[in-house]
């Protein structure tokens, strides 16, 4: 028996009921998601190596980095090994020497990147984003840096004219989903096929529970 808690455990469902279905909502323009049951979220469970060092989650990434840029090694470290994504967003909010109108301007540098290795190293979370098309990607969340600043049940949510959010994440993925498209297409194929991308990546891990109350 599970019990649907959507900022919880969606991902935690059976694959026959569709749990990434139940992490978003789209019309003809527009795919929003939220949550650790979509594989876009940065909460999704994809091992990806970037110069070397191993990342369990995109956040990880993103939060590694903010750390990096801050000179907060005490806060990186603990990031790196954080038992969960839920921890490490947690974490990535104590960053030390943390100055606001830096980070707006390298926060889309950081995920962009974290999310093209993620995504070329883990062709099933690849063929998810590009199988969204050209629609627009919105982060479903009231976070107004990462989302559109709009919930997953808000009525207004894909309408873009109701968005009050930078969508950093959402940007971000359209960008990455941009250059997996130009290198398929380099690489004369139809089809996503990991000779295409990175090959070399880490062993998959079983996905950590997120604690109760954390979501992305």
Known sequence: MFTIRPKNNLNELPPHLQPEKLCQRENDRVLAWFGQGSRLSNFSESPFKVDNTEYKWNEQFIGAGKATLFNDDVTREKIMKAKSPAVVKALSSRVKNF???KWEQECGKIAFKGALAKFEQNADHANVLLATGNKELAEATRDK?????LSL???GLLD??????ANVMGNALMKVRDTLRSRISSASTSSLDDSVFETQRPEPRVANEVPPDFAY
């Open 99 to 101: 100055i606001p109108q």
């Open 145 to 149: 840096t990462w989302g559109v600043g």
């Open 153 to 155: 049940s808000d009525p």
């Open 160 to 165: 873009p004219t109701h968005w009050t959010g």
